[in-house]
């Protein structure tokens, strides 16, 4: 008997080493093969754009709640949809709209509020006055032949803001009309009717701004975005003092009693393009911005230029839940986990214009990049109009501190940068000599062989391809080397951290589903609405609480390739988010919820109540199928097969039991009756 188990059990292992050796593992491996396998960015390509364009826009334009892309062709005239196909991993051509005119920017949005992603289009037929029209979109990734016709404005592009808290798109700016105006900036008010029979999309009207108005500068980095703290974005402008001299204006939203003046400052000499992130991960929103000594007008190139961090002052996180937020004189000196979203007066920035401070910090780009002879690239000349190239902000390591890419310049090579941002130590880049400092960068070189191949590089900007929870690179080139006009990079970093992604929505079709005329119902995903804002609070696995803070959609300008969702890594954690914060542009008493236990990993929709109403707050939440979805569930099969094996054979042991024992009770009876 024992003979023959050996047998058994050398027959099926030789069984079992022969159909390993005559078949492919992947004939009888259940998964699919990883589709990128190297522990690095990986070059992806074009992706299916192969028409010579450049992207302009990002947006979901069919509502399938994947990123979709916009293109522009060399002619300035023919943009293009590109839809994101799941299944085959690529960008396909859905359709096109030839604008008559040259197109200078493109702002994707659902402007008449029926839960569709329409795309304003603006264009310059003088050089004085920028002219706008809609095309409203069919949430097919096509749009409707006849645009609709809007003011025009100056060539400060205006930007899209909820001036009265319904939750639908405005703009403001300063139309053509008013560029003398002592007063010059107007809000374009959405008025957009369906039922009307000649509806118009906007109405020109005097915004409250209580304040002394500036003359928008153009190009700008303007942007509506939370600054005081209190879940509610405001509005930053960059104002032309004259002379090649700029400040910036910060307007608080106060609801229903307009927007006030909170603080303008003169900004650096040879200041660029401004971004906008949480970079210490303190829950507040800081500036980045790039400034030179000269910038090139054939190339773009900036000269002794400088990384500039201006950290946002105000009211930080308790150190926990027990710690008292207010003084002995009762004055606030912090903000408890559960009260993120409390405005502080007292907030600002301070540009170190006047002295040093700890809240100004300027890195040198040669330190940046490991490189003397390096500078950097802050203007496209290859668009017409140049357009401003700002330092790109994301969490490409979901450590939950923005990390920095930027294009360096020498003199045969425009080469994109990645930089991680990290805790600072002595010598690296943003820490002083003594390894002080907020944070410090240090460049991505290993398993960054892809990006340092390209070296026509004109743009670079973070995306999230196919949804997966790691934000990828998408490089904009003049075609110089011969492979195109746009590459995307992969990230394909393995990190031991979690992620969220979330998007609030606009109200649209009362948060339910939309219909059309002929009986179809579509879900109103695909929105791409500014000035939603979020705060939350999560451990790490020492148990140590800290905040952060991520706006939606900021900025729309000059080709900003901002996503319609926000992004923002949560580091190791090994517990749900303590509180999600999330924050509208309604002017009713509450413009915010608080979630808790929010799993990490996942992707949260909200939609808040529609319009100027109250009412309850709708969320959704999607969680991610990972990669360990295959491995538990294997595991869980083959376990309860295990277990299945051991129930059976006991189960027929105890039979076996029973049997033998009822023949030996029957067999002591019939002796008995013996």
């Known amino acids: 008997m024992h003979r023959r188990q050996g047998v058994n059990s050398y027959s099926c292992s030789a069984l079992l080493s022969t159909l390993l050796l005559i078949s492919p593992v992947s004939s009888i491996w259940p998964f699919p093969p990883k589709r990128f396998t190297k522990n690095s960015l990986m070059q992806a390509g074009s992706m299916g754009l192969d028409d010579g364009g450049r992207i302009v826009a990002f947006g979901d334009f069919n509502g399938d709640q994947f990123l979709d892309l916009l293109s522009l ?51 310059a037929n003088s050089a004085s006055r920028l002219d706008m029209v809609l095309y409203k979109g069919n949430h097919d990734g096509s749009f409707e032949s006849a645009s609709i016709p809007v003011q025009s404005s100056t060539l400060s592009q205006p930007i899209p803001v909820d001036i009265n808290g319904d939750m639908k798109i405005d703009l403001l700016g300063t139309p053509s009309s008013q560029q003398s105006s002592s007063n010059p900036l107007r809000a374009w008010k959405n008025t957009w009717n369906s039922s009307q029979s000649q509806p118009t999309l906007f109405e020109i009207v005097d915004p409250q701004l209580n304040g002394v108005q500036c003359t928008l500068a153009s190009p700008h980095s303007n942007a509506v975005i939370d600054l005081n703290g209190d879940c509610l974005a405001d509005i930053f402008l960059v104002c032309d003092e004259g002379s090649g001299r700029r400040s910036f204006q910060i307007w608080v939203n106060n609801k229903d009693s307009g927007f006030s003046l909170a603080q303008h400052e003169p900004l650096p000499s040879g200041v660029q393009a401004i971004s906008f992130a949480d970079i210490d991960r303190d829950g507040t929103i800081d500036m980045v911005f790039p400034t030179c000594s000269s910038v090139s007008a054939t190339t773009g190139v900036g000269s002794g230029c400088l990384i500039n961090i201006a950290y946002n002052q105000q009211l930080s996180l308790c150190n926990s839940a027990t710690t008292s937020s207010v003084d002995k004189e009762g004055n606030r ?75 360096a310049a020498n003199a045969d090579a425009h080469t994109p940068k990645l930089l991680f941002s990290e805790p600072c130590t002595k010598g690296l880049a943003g820490c002083d000599e003594n390894g002080q400092g907020r944070r410090g960068f240090r460049l991505v070189t290993k398993g960054a062989e892809s990006m340092e191949a390209v070296h026509d590089a004109r743009g670079a900007a973070f995306l999230d391809m196919d949804e997966d929870g790691t934000l990828d690179v998408v490089v904009q080139r003049t075609g110089g080397q011969g492979q195109g006009t746009v590459t995307f990079i992969q990230n394909n970093f393995y990190y031991d951290a979690f992620f969220l992604k979330a998007i609030v929505l606009n109200g649209a079709c009362n948060n339910g589903w939309c219909t059309t005329p002929n009986g179809s119902s579509y879900l109103p995903f695909g929105v791409s609405y500014s000035g939603a804002s979020y705060k939350y609070t999560v451990l790490d696995t020492s148990g140590r609480r800290s905040a952060a803070q991520v706006g939606q959609l900021p900025q729309t300008s000059y080709h900003s390739l901002l996503t319609p969702y926000s992004f923002f890594g949560l580091g190791r954690t090994n517990n749900y988010i303590e509180n999600l914060f999330v924050g509208s542009t309604k002017h009713t008493q509450e413009h915010f919820i608080n979630m808790e236990g929010v799993i990490p990993n996942s992707r949260v929709v909200i939609h808040p109540p529609p319009g100027l109403s109250d009412g309850s707050w709708k969320r959704e939440l999607f969680l991610r199928p990972g990669e360990w979805i295959p491995w538990v569930t294997l595991t869980v099969v083959v376990a309860t097969t295990i277990l299945a094996g051991i129930v059976f054979v006991l189960h027929l042991n105890e039979k076996r039991e029973d049997e033998l024992e009822r023949r030996r009770a029957s067999h002591h009876i019939n002796f008995d009756a013996l």
């Open 333 to 407: 000196v912090c903000r408890p986990p559960e009260e993120l979203c409390t405005a502080d007066p007292n907030f600002k920035y301070d540009l170190g214009l006047s002295g040093n401070n700890d809240a100004f910090v300027q890195i040198p780009i040669s330190s940046l990049v490991q490189s003397s002879s390096s500078s950097l690239l802050v203007q496209d000349t290859t668009f017409s109009p140049a357009l401003p190239l700002p330092i790109r902000l994301g969490d490409a390591n979901l450590d939950g501190f923005p990390d920095l890419l930027l294009i």
């Open 73 to 123: 062709d060399s002619d300035q005239q023919v943009l293009s949809v590109y839809l994101w196909n799941h299944d085959e991993f690529t960008f396909e051509k859905s359709s096109q709209i030839r604008h008559p005119a040259p197109i200078y920017n493109v702002i994707p949005g659902d402007f008449t509020h029926d839960g569709k992603l329409d795309v304003l289009v603006m264009s």
